[in-house]
């Protein structure tokens, strides 16, 4: 049996851009409803970093994330996110044990 993988991946925005990060990821997590096991994408602001997005995934397996890497920029919303960033993403990789919204 696949176990599910996770990460949190926070993005800054370009000073003062961070909104516009926010709104261009929401718009990615609704592309990624409908990704093959994609179990959880969730945007997420911090009150201190005006300008930091934090997105929280969970995939059913490796594969199934990895398919989300790989599909075409455009079609996963990221392209229009990219010009927002200040710097490349940064990732924290896990591995989902279990919790109220995990099935």
Do not use: K
Request: hydrophobic share 45%; net charge negative; with cysteine.
């Amino acid at each position: 049996m696949s176990a599910r993988v996770g990460r949190y991946v926070r993005m800054i925005a370009t000073p003062g851009e961070g909104a516009a990060l926010a709104e261009g990821m929401l718009r990615v997590a609704e592309g990624m409803r409908s990704a093959p096991g994609c179990e959880l994408y969730i945007v997420n602001r911090t009150p201190d970093e005006e300008d930091a997005v934090w997105v929280t995934e969970v995939w059913s397996d490796e594969a199934a994330s990895e398919a989300a890497l790989e599909r075409d920029l455009g079609e996963a919303g990221l392209g229009a996110v990219l010009p927002l960033l200040a710097g490349p993403p940064e990732y924290i990789e896990l591995t989902p044990v279990g919790g109220p919204g995990l099935g």
